[in-house]
């Protein structure tokens, strides 16, 4: 096989985190510190990222703790959250390479959704947790990607990289928090900050660190122009392990 054919063969796929990843600061947790006891919500946010909460109790807590307020306040209050100044480099970057970008969050769509389209990007998959109104005077969260077996997570992300990605496709993730330390794992590339990254040094997990998006599409400019790229072992392990397990 010639060089030029392997490369315009590869498939990629790229798995973006929201809060604290595609936003300078988690949404999530801002609305709750706004709109909810502010020392109630602190010390549910610590049990959270502690892990001593599962993010589903951790969700039920929050809502708990949060005062009546509708989802179009909500979503007025998210407006201005800013988002890190290189994402659009990033989406036209995937476009240009035919990358198929998709967004997992452990938190709401709705904010996903009213943050992306103040920026007119549209076309991109979002797989999140969301909220309904009940009547109860105050938003109240569904889970419709729970897994099975393992609580950790509201959303499991890992359940999205497997069913959106082949095991011949080269496979990105990018990411921050403690709902990423597991999908990332099953992917080629991953690029880490803040505790993920704390993750991966602690474990040994191969990883580039990042602070911005611009980092990120630097990276990835390199990895593509490579003549051979090896997919990495211990992604394509933790794939098989998975299969095993049905
Ligand atoms: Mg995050």
């Avoid at 602190?42 to 951790?58: H, P, Q």
């Avoid at 609580?151 to 990289?161: F, I, M, Q, W, Y």
């Avoid at 993730?173 to 880490?192: E, K, L, M, R, T």
Wanted: net charge neutral.
């Amino acid at each position: 096989m010639n060089i030029v054919h392997e490369q315009a063969k590869r498939v990629y796929k790229m798995f973006v985190d929201f809060d604290g990843t595609i936003t300078r600061r988690d949404i999530g947790e801002q609305i709750f510190l706004q709109y909810g006891d502010t020392q109630k919500a602190e010390a549910i946010i610590k049990r959270i990222s502690s892990r001593e909460l599962t993010s589903v109790e951790g969700w039920k807590a929050l809502f708990e703790i949060l005062h009546p307020v509708s989802i179009d306040e909500l979503t007025k209050f998210v407006r201005s959250f800013e988002i890190d100044s290189a994402f659009l480099r990033l989406v036209s970057f995937a476009q240009e390479q035919q990358v198929e970008m998709i967004i997992l969050s452990d938190g709401f769509e709705f904010y996903i959704r009213t943050i992306l389209e103040r920026e007119n990007i549209t076309g991109i998959p979002i797989y999140s947790n969301r909220l309904i109104e009940d009547g109860s005077g105050k938003p109240q969260p569904v889970f419709p990607y729970r897994d099975e077996e393992c609580k950790s997570c509201a959303n499991c992300k890992r359940n999205h990289v497997i069913e959106n990605s082949g095991d011949d496709e080269f496979t990105v993730y990018i990411g921050n928090g403690s709902s990423d330390v597991c999908p990332a794992q099953y992917c080629d590339f991953i690029f880490a900050k803040d505790s993920l990254r704390k993750f991966c040094e602690k474990e040994k997990v191969t990883f580039f660190p990042y602070d911005n998006f611009n980092d990120v599409v630097s990276r990835l400019e390199t990895l593509f122009s490579k003549k051979r790229l090896k997919k990495r072992r211990q992604a394509e392990l933790k794939r098989k392990n998975l299969y095993k397990l049905g």
